[in-house]
């Protein structure tokens, strides 16, 4: 790659950094292969590894509309009834439902999400202590909007918002997010590097609420959970193949005597 930046045309002496542009070539070509074989390679692997694990659990022996008709069950048991709130006829609470369930208010506390990564992106070594100062306060600015946002869906689902695992998250991440901040605002006569990092790193899990809201997230999460399983069995052959390796190493250079 530094060889061609430097180039120049036909024998010509090179220059140092003449095309920059060729570092963008020679690392997309570098990451588009290297990801294109080893999508390649765990794609070959885990299609072989489902064949015989249907080969192994007797699979075979049903019919395909037999075997269309179990997965279709498992997919009936599995699936879970979805949770709503009716209207209550009072006038505030109804009211705070239709806000919670708008289209809107989800694409604004989408919105806020985004900005919030965003903001926590920009650091740099050598930072300016008064934009230090000002990200600080855009981070508690969106914390305060996510704190509105649960105590609204408190109110309007009282008992069915602990229903859904992501309200729990949410929750969970929005309360341990201002006990670090109120811990760290006492001064106690201890290191607080420790709670900054775990507020930091609170404030970045918001990010997994992305899954929640967008659909195409949650299939690729969904399809990587269930390859867990081939992806496992894998990086267990990977590492039978390193100690083997390394088992051939040690005994061919063990004895080797360290020279100039």
């Known amino acids: 790659m530094n060889k061609m930046q430097n180039s120049v045309g036909v024998d010509k002496q090179p220059i140092m950094n003449n095309a920059g542009y060729y570092k963008v070539y020679a690392i997309a070509t570098q990451i588009f292969i290297t990801l294109l074989f080893l999508n390649l390679f765990i794609g070959v692997v885990i299609e072989s590894f489902n064949h015989e694990k249907d080969e192994l659990s007797l699979n075979k022996l049903l019919k395909k509309v037999e075997q269309t008709w179990i997965e279709t069950l498992q997919l009936c048991y599995s699936a879970r009834p979805s949770i709503t709130t009716q209207l209550t006829n009072k006038v505030f609470r109804d009211f705070m439902i239709k806000v919670c369930d708008n289209k809107k208010f989800d694409n604004f506390i989408l919105c806020c ?3 919030n990564t965003i903001s926590l992106m920009i650091k740099w070594t050598g930072q300016d202590p008064v934009m230090l100062g000002q990200l600080e306060i855009v981070n508690y600015v969106y914390s305060s909007i ?3 946002e649960a105590a ?3 109110f309007a689902y009282r008992r069915n918002y602990f229903r859904s695992a992501w309200n729990k998250f949410d929750f969970s991440v929005v309360v341990l997010t201002w006990c670090v901040v109120i ?3 006492l001064n106690l006569q201890f290191d ?8 930091r790193t609170l404030r970045i899990g918001r990010i997994f609420r992305l899954v929640k ?11 990587l959970l269930e390859a867990i399983p081939a992806i496992s069995a894998l990086g267990l052959l990977l590492g039978l193949l390193f100690f083997l390796y390394s088992i051939i190493g040690i005994s061919q250079f063990a004895f080797v005597m360290i020279s100039d």
């Open 146 to 148: 996510f704190t509105v």
């Open 183 to 185: 811990i760290m605002s």
């Open 152 to 154: 609204f869906k408190i």
């Open 213 to 223: 809201r967008i659909p195409a997230i949650q299939i690729i999460l969904q399809t």
């Open 113 to 115: 999400i985004v900005g």
């Open 192 to 199: 607080v590097s420790l709670l900054g990092m775990i507020a």
